[in-house]
């Protein structure tokens, strides 16, 4: 009955890997981000989606990709991974005319 | 630049004492201000939040102060307890939009003693 999913919750992979994170809500809503924190535990969010469409797209490198197969679930596909891609990405998703933003448990990723 | 700054980035606090955090920011075109705790290992989960039209708003143990004028926002925590050890994050959206952009500060390491 978990409100957000993620897997995996830990990704270890080699430089210059393509790895996928996946997300599913079951909370029955409209819009979905993802964030990233780094090391610092400072949390900056990189894409956000609202019924399936691409709304806010800050300022990522282009090796990172969602996608948004329905509005249920938004994965978020990352070429060529460096080192400083290494950080706890979070899914987070909210309704439209609510202001709570629902957060995942994270999955954890480590490039060597 | 960072659009929150928030302190202190830690703060130990014995049980049952008071717990401030504080956040200043600088885009007026912010509307809304939440408060995250989030524990070790999981994901961040909303406290609490505020709009600027009230200057404080409480819930149970938990209490925030606005002040527009000043740009600034404080978390007060009362009767702190072991279980209120996390780390906090104030926020701030603009746009008007309910998906609108969150901006984070930099986050507050909290301990409480028992």
């Known amino acids: 009955d978990t409100a957000v999913s993620q897997t995996p919750k830990y990704l270890v992979t080699q430089m210059g890997n393509d790895k996928s994170i996946k997300c599913e809500q079951n909370l029955g809503h409209d819009t979905m981000y993802w964030y990233k924190q780094d090391s610092k535990k400072f949390l900056k969010i990189m894409f956000s989606y609202n019924n399936k469409e691409l709304i806010i797209n800050e300022t990522v490198p282009n090796r990172f990709s969602p996608k948004s197969p329905d509005k249920a679930h938004l994965n978020l596909h990352i070429n060529s991974l460096e080192l400083g891609d290494s950080a706890v990405y979070f899914c987070a998703s909210s309704l439209s005319g609510s202001d709570t933003q629902y957060f995942g448990p994270g999955t954890r990723l480590t490039v060597l | 630049q960072q659009q929150v700054k928030q302190s202190p980035q830690s703060l130990i606090v014995q049980k049952g004492g008071i717990s401030i955090i504080n956040c200043a920011y600088e885009n007026t075109a912010f509307d809304y201000f939440p408060w995250y705790q989030q524990f070790p290992g999981k994901g961040p989960a909303l406290l609490i939040a505020?709009?600027?039209?009230?200057s404080e708003k409480k819930e149970g143990r938990f209490t925030i102060s606005f002040n527009k004028s000043a740009k600034q926002f404080s978390l007060h925590i009362m009767d702190s307890q072991p279980g209120d050890s996390a780390t906090y994050f104030c926020a701030a959206r603009e746009d008007g939009t309910s998906y609108g952009k969150l901006t984070f500060g930099q986050g507050t390491i909290l301990t409480v003693h028992p």
């Open positions: 505020i709009r600027p039209d009230v």
